[in-house]
Structures are given as structure tokens and as C-alpha cells.
């Protein structure tokens, strides 16, 4: 079957207008979320917290991840669990309150909390003050990358106003 000229030229440019559309990738050995010049600190523009990596999935082979959060005044978090790992937290100023398992605890300075796999758990503030606490997590799993992609989406204008991501894909991710 022959084509005719003009359609084929049309055909041509068709392709290249989507060529020139599309964004190029590019592959590389660098991951950016585990590459090696990755940030210490990540600030959530939404909720306002900040996470600053002590030590890192990386540097502890995923035995543990190490941060240091700055929960914004009445910040927190909604009631989850976690299937995988613990989380141990400890107060450095300020009150810290847990829910854990249907109890109540306030942490105050030097206090610590440890919320074992598949408990219940939220923390949050109620006071006016940002509250500096850490946080270990053991086995890391892929944590540290979902705080990174959450933060990162924040960031991009990508979630709604208590950071959850709006596009129902990105929010499978974490």
C-alpha cells in the first residue's frame, strides 16, 4: 500500500512534537532518595515538622534508622500501625503525648515510649511550642524512603493540608 507524501510528513511531525513533549529520563547508578549526597534534614512546608537523620538506613545496613523530629506546635499524627518494625520514642524538651493501645501517655523530658509491631499508636502535641523528641525505628525497612517521598510531595505542593498525598497512586507508595 503506498502512503501518500503529505500524510507520511504529517505522520513525521506528529511524532516529533510528541518526542519534544515528552520529558527525557535518563538512567543513572545515583538513586537520589539512597544516593550518598541525600539531605540530613527534610521539612514538611504543610505540617510544618522537621526530620533530621541521625543515622540512616544506610549507615546502620537496616538495623535501625535514628532521626530527630521537631513536631510543630498542635502537630501530630492520625492513629496507625506499623506491620514490620517498632518505634521507640524519646522526649528531649517539652510533652509528648502518646496514644498507644487505648492508653494515654504524656512524655516530658527523658521519657520514653516503645510501641511494639501492630499496636495502635498516634503521637501529637497540644502545646504552643514545637516538642523535639527522637525516634528509632528497627528493623528500618523502607522507612526512611517513605519520609523522604511524604516530605518531598509536601514539598511539591502534592498532598492536601494534613500532607496526604491527593493522588491516590503517590499515597500507595508510603
Known amino acids: 500500500m503506498c502512503v501518500p507524501q503529505s500524510a507520511a510528513l504529517l505522520q513525521k ?31 514538611n512546608p504543610v505540617i510544618g515538622d522537621r526530620v533530621t537523620f541521625l543515622k ?27 506491620l514490620t518494625f517498632t518505634e521507640a520514642f524519646e522526649v528531649l524538651e517539652g510533652r509528648l503525648n502518646v496514644d ?29 511550642e514545637p516538642v523535639p523528641f527522637t525516634v528509632e525505628m528497627r528493623p528500618t525497612r523502607r522507612m526512611e524512603e517513605a519520609l523522604r517521598v511524604a516530605y518531598g510531595l509536601a514539598r511539591d505542593g502534592k498532598t492536601n493540608a494534613k500532607s496526604v498525598p491527593r493522588n491516590v497512586f503517590q499515597l500507595a507508595l508510603l
Open 100 to 128: 498507644l493501645d487505648g492508653r494515654h501517655l504524656v512524655l516530658g523530658p527523658g521519657e520514653k515510649a516503645l510501641v511494639p509491631i501492630k499496636s495502635r499508636h498516634r503521637f501529637y502535641s497540644t502545646s504552643d
Open 56 to 82: 540512616t538506613t544506610e549507615e546502620t545496613n537496616g538495623e535501625y534508622l535514628l532521626a530527630k523530629v521537631k513536631l510543630a506546635a498542635h502537630g501530630g499524627n492520625a492513629m496507625h500501625y506499623h
Open 13 to 43: 511531525k506528529r511524532n516529533t512534537q510528541a518526542q519534544r513533549r515528552r520529558p527525557k529520563l535518563y538512567r543513572t547508578n545515583e538513586n537520589p532518595i539512597r544516593g550518598k549526597e541525600r539531605e540530613r534534614v527534610i521539612e
